[in-house]
């Protein structure tokens, strides 16, 4: 596998990096056993604490550096990339002031006696990590590890080793251990060997189905637990009582950012008929109005596609779909300009034959259905392989939970695109994955949850 900076703005090759080889995989890995049997991952959590506060304000000092380094390797625009580590800085800063409460002992009622249940570090982990947002996906998972104990290997997406170098920097910075956080730049095959190490404990992926399947095989061969965070085809429901300025609005933000490029951006939008001309017009000048450019001027809204591939792929998809039958309402190609830009387009009259029914659009792409209901809003909503997450726009909160409860997805967003946030657990069903990043429920995915009992 080829590790290399390729700038999808310029379409010029900025960096190669070397792979790791196996001698140096394996010491990477005899240093992060060694921490873990270490007194800084076995004892007492307030270093790992300070660790984590002076993450945050690292990230905070170097967000100009990083956003600079992600719009460099994967096209995000500056504005954006800030945002990003503004969020990671917010996760640090979390676990940094929360993990002793979410991780204190629980007690349970028991006729035996005195009985709880402890959190202890299970061994190092491997997270295999994707590129669309660098920072923030190594960060919700190395955070709560570095908080419970557990030492991080991480094998990050080919096209962003510059920002896997400069995040492991940032944690020994900020005062792990050596051994504590380390990137591997390494192959498929050298992946699997490490998952069937007997010191890899646990093993983290977001990306695609076909990654995602086989590590979740690999580690269940060897009986060791996994989280997925896979593709997303989420909904954006825009209900007959919605404020239709404000749903196209958030509507055009969410299915353009980061070139829409986002496993829970907004990709299929199901209007109901009686706001469905209002809310396309509205709509599409949204998207009409991003600012295509350079991702490293602060004024761009709209970058390139992370790489040469993933502009062919979707090409490919949006080509396709019209081929059976859609209708362009919007762009529908690539754009006239250097870089890896494709337009934002608008897609309709997908019916439940044509491929992309049934496809994520990883780009400015949105696919576009109107509905005569409520009853036809879950059942198209739910008719999709992915469950991740999905907005809900209505002027009324108590129809908008219900149908939230009736929509089969990790999350569900009211009135607000879906998002992220430190305290938010994050996640999805069906072939979006299992298992939840972040909050409280995120930080216990890795640990032994001990049961303690004193007989009475």
């Known amino acids: 596998m080829a590790y290399r900076t390729l700038n999808p703005f310029t379409e010029t090759v900025v960096k190669a990096y070397d792979p790791h080889t196996d001698d140096q995989v394996e010491a990477a890995l005899a240093k992060a056993d060694d921490v873990f049997k270490s007194d800084w991952c076995q004892g007492d959590i307030a270093p790992r604490l300070k660790v984590l506060s002076r993450m945050a304000e690292l990230l905070t000092e170097r967000s100009d550096d990083f956003a600079a380094k992600m719009a460099e390797e994967m096209g995000k625009p500056v504005t954006q990339g800030s945002q990003e580590i503004e969020l990671c800085a917010g996760i640090a800063q979390y676990y940094a002031e929360k993990a002793p409460e979410l991780l204190k002992p629980q007690p349970y009622d028991s006729q035996l006696g005195e009985a709880w249940v402890q959190h202890h570090p299970v061994g190092v982990l491997l997270a295999v990590e994707p590129w669309n947002f660098p920072i923030y996906q190594l960060i919700r998972v190395i955070a709560p590890a570095i908080a419970v104990g557990n030492p991080v290997l991480f094998k990050h997406a080919g096209i962003v080793p510059g920002c896997a170098e400069m995040f492991e920097g940032l944690v020994k910075d900020a005062g792990a251990p050596e051994g504590m956080v380390a990137t591997l730049f390494i192959s ?102 991003a600012v295509m450019g350079d991702p490293q001027d602060a004024s761009t809204t709209l970058g390139p596609l992370s790489s040469e591939d993933a502009l062919e792929g979707l090409t490919t998809q949006v080509d396709a779909a019209v ?120 930080i216990k995915e890795f640990v032994n949850r001990k049961l303690v009992v004193v007989a009475g």
């Open 188 to 289: 498929s095959e050298q992946v699997s060997d490490l998952i069937g190490d007997d010191r890899i404990q646990g093993v983290a992926l977001t990306g695609s189905e076909g990654a995602g399947s086989k590590v979740a095989a690999r580690a269940s061969e060897m009986l060791k637990k996994s989280t997925l965070e896979l593709g997303g085809s989420d909904v954006f429901v825009v209900l007959d009582d919605a404020d239709v300025a404000a749903a196209a609005k958030a509507g055009a933000e969410a299915r353009l950012a980061n070139a829409g490029q986002v496993c829970t951006g907004a990709k299929r939008f199901i209007v109901q008929k009686a706001v469905a001309d209002a809310f396309i017009a509205a709509f599409t000048d949204g998207l009409k109005s």
């Open 323 to 442: 081929e059976h039958g859609a209708e362009l309402l919007l762009g529908g190609k690539r754009a006239d300009r250097k870089g890896f830009f494709y337009e934002p387009t608008i897609l309709t009259g997908i019916t439940s034959d044509n491929p992309a029914f049934h496809q994520e659009f990883f780009g400015p792409v949105a696919q576009l259905y109107v509905v005569d209901d409520d009853d036809a809003v879950v059942a198209l909503a739910n008719d999709s392989p992915y469950g991740l997450g999905g907005s809900i726009f209505s002027g009324d909160a108590d129809r908008a939970r219900k149908l939230a409860s009736r929509i089969e997805a990790g999350m569900v967003f009211i009135n607000t695109p879906t998002t992220s946030m430190p305290e938010l657990p994050f996640g999805g069903v069906k072939r979006s994955g299992y298992g939840r990043e972040l909050g409280d429920l995120g």
